[in-house]
């Protein structure tokens, strides 16, 4: 009782296409899409008209289709590399050397698990679960996050926000109101299909203050200044629509679609996405 999807043949092309633009620099196996803590910003892009400019002036065509054949796969298949390739398309007009060797690293990722497939194996006991994760590291903080039904994972996002917030805790608070949004429109989906389950859907989040905002009349004073969000979020609490409940850092999926992850947690996290099926979120929260 379960469904495979792959692309592998499709990566196979792609690779073999592009493989005489893979620098002498990303010929080694790369387990992760992104590097740790890699800040790909427009002060990478070169100036116009410099020598910069000039030197990147041919690799431009090859960036654009990469960027476009990365997101052909982040929305298909392959979820995690989501984060880096919305990255990447932010650039597409003017990119830079470090931005090519970013889409390079992706590249040669995906050739080194171009047999991953995209599982579903269908679990009945699990209703509709949201996982919602935001990265409070840049200027406008990256929200992430993945929508299961039945276990399997069938939608998820990965996008910078439109506003500047204040801490941590606003980030992840914006980002779970960019999650109901969608999650609003996949409940009325199913309401017409009559696959809607009885009572709330569940959004997971790992911020304790998040997830105060929406219920704690005290923390609700703290949003003054984002009133009508935090009323959209709090409103949809209160009517039952979702219920927001808070999941430890460590087993948080959604983590790997706001940034670049070390090795070792990003397998983790890989890991736990795969099993999920398999496991309640509430054991995997124990």
């Known amino acids: 009782g379960s469904l495979s999807l ?23 196996k790369y387990d992760t899409p992104m590097e740790e803590g890699l800040r ?18 041919p690799k431009k065509v090859v960036y654009m289709a990469l960027v476009g054949a990365f997101l052909w796969l982040a929305n298909m298949t392959r979820h995690e590399i989501a984060h880096v390739t919305s ?36 679990n009945a006991s699990l209703p509709l679960h949201v996982l919602v994760d935001s990265s409070w590291e840049t200027k406008f903080s990256c929200s992430g996050a993945y929508f299961f039904f039945m276990g399997c994972p069938f939608h998820w996002f990965s996008k910078m926000q439109r506003s500047v917030t204040l801490s941590s805790a606003e980030s992840e608070f914006f980002g779970c109101m960019l999650a109901l949004k969608d999650t609003l429109w996949i409940r009325q989906v199913q309401l017409d299909l ?15 203050s998040a997830v105060a905002m929406a219920f704690d009349p005290v923390a609700f004073k703290n949003t003054k200044h984002i009133l009508r969000a935090a009323e959209f979020l709090k409103h949809h609490t209160l009517c039952g629509s979702i219920t927001i409940l808070h999941a430890k850092g460590v087993i948080m999926i959604a983590d790997i679609l706001t940034k670049g992850q070390a090795r070792p947690i990003f397998l983790q996290l890989l890991k736990l996405l795969d099993d ?9 929260t124990t």
């Open 194 to 208: 009559d696959l809607l389950q009885p009572g709330p859907s569940m959004m997971w989040c790992d911020s304790k």
């Open 87 to 122: 990255q990447l398309a932010r650039f597409i007009s003017n990119p830079g050397a470090t931005h090519f060797n970013a889409a390079m690293r992706v590249l040669t990722y995906l050739d080194g698990t171009r047999s991953r497939k995209l599982k579903y194996t269908p």
């Open 276 to 284: 999920y099926a398999k496991n309640s979120i509430l054991e995997l």
């Open 40 to 57: 790909l910003s427009a002060d990478d892009c070169p100036a116009v008209g410099s020598e910069a400019a000039d030197q990147m002036a």
């Open 6 to 28: 792959s692309q592998e043949l499709y990566i196979k092309d792609l690779v073999s296409k592009y493989a005489s633009h893979v620098s002498a620099g990303h010929t080694r």
